[in-house]
């Protein structure tokens, strides 16, 4: 595609309940980044996908949060047993060896 | 710990003001630094910097790289109101891919 594409775009949950979020980079593009962002925080990285080595997780918050990449493009990240505190902007990356392009995000709120 | 910070954390200009948007960074291995303007949800890209004194130009913007007193600035010229958002400088370190993002400075320009 044209862009990095995430889906949906807004989500709303209740408090205990799981959610995936996904995330579409651009054609070719080997390196895809998961961040999020608090409300008035800069970008928190949370875990790191280069082609077909072991990603790096060590930004996840906590054991509840995981993601996959498979077949080396489409990424998908899960909350687990959501919490408040996890209500945040998701954002997804793919990067050139210049620079990131950024999804549009996904708008998560846990009630 | 790797950081960045960025200053002043906000800041509000009449169209026509000059801005200079600052970025301080201790990073181990420092490789790359990037400037991103955040609108909405997605941040954009504005400039990739590497070598120290070399200044980067696009328009009304325009950055530079000191990587002996490890910071750089964003300077916008002649501001008009689209320039209203946050912006973020990330930076990277040699053998990692992963970005540090600083908080951003969110600057209003008012009409």
């Known amino acids: 595609g044209a862009g990095v594409s995430q889906s949906p775009s807004n989500k709303v949950t209740e408090k205990g309940k799981d959610v995936e979020l996904r995330c579409d980079p651009i054609?070719?593009?080997?390196?895809l980044y998961w961040y999020r962002q608090s409300l008035g925080q800069g970008l928190e990285f949370l875990i790191y996908?280069?082609?077909?080595?072991?990603?790096?997780k060590s930004g996840l918050p906590s054991d509840r949060f995981s993601a996959e990449r498979t077949g080396g493009s489409v990424s998908t990240l899960t909350i687990q047993r959501t919490q408040q505190e996890d209500s945040a902007v998701y954002l997804c990356a793919s990067r050139t060896d210049r620079d990131y392009t950024f999804g549009s995000g996904t708008r998560l709120t846990v009630v | 710990e790797d950081k960045v910070v960025q200053s002043p954390l906000s800041l509000v200009v009449h169209e026509g003001d000059t801005v200079t948007l600052n970025c301080s960074y201790e990073v181990t291995n420092f490789r790359s630094l990037l400037w991103y303007k955040q609108e909405k949800k997605a941040p954009t890209f504005l400039f990739m910097l590497t070598s120290s004194g070399i200044e980067k130009k696009s328009g009304r913007l325009s950055s530079i790289l000191d990587k002996k007193e490890l910071f750089s600035i964003l300077n916008i010229t002649a501001t008009q109101t689209g320039d209203s958002a946050v912006y973020l400088c990330?930076?990277?370190?040699?053998?990692?891919?992963?970005?540090?993002f600083g908080t951003g400075t969110r600057l209003k320009v008012l009409a």
């Open positions: 996908f280069q082609g077909n080595s072991a990603p790096d």
């Open positions: 990330a930076a990277s370190t040699s053998g990692t891919y992963k970005y540090i």
């Open positions: 054609s070719g593009h080997t390196a």
